[in-house]
């Protein structure tokens, strides 16, 4: 299975979706309290994450902090695929790109 899902990453039609929806990323930091039922956010960091390439991901993908996510879902009688999906960890989201910005 983990080589059916390196080829597929291999021939870059998936980075290229990858960069084509997430050419860049807004990450913003807070921290959160909640004040009598109402919640406050302090927001103290933001960064500007940029660029990407076919070849940054697939090598993210081999060190295994990209993984994926197989969205299917069975109601009993029909199954649907509902896509795959890619998922990473928030400390791993600034190996995704070249270009990291605080704002």
């Keep these: ?19 084509q929806k997430i050419s860049a990323l807004l990450f ?26 076919p070849a940054l991901l697939l090598d993210q993908f081999r060190a295994e902090n990209i993984l994926v996510d197989l969205r299917l879902h069975d109601k009993g009688t ?5 896509g795959t ?3 990473t960890y928030e400390d791993k989201l600034p190996l995704l790109f070249n270009s990291i910005k605080d704002l």
């Design 1 to 19: 299975m983990f080589q059916a899902i390196l080829s597929l990453f291999g021939d870059f039609r998936q980075t290229d979706r990858f960069i």
């Design 28 to 53: 913003i930091s807070t921290f959160t309290e909640e004040r009598n039922g109402v919640e406050y956010f302090h927001y103290y960091r933001a960064q500007l994450m940029q660029g990407t390439s």
């Design 85 to 87: 999906g890619f998922r």
């Design 78 to 82: 029909m199954a649907r695929n509902h």
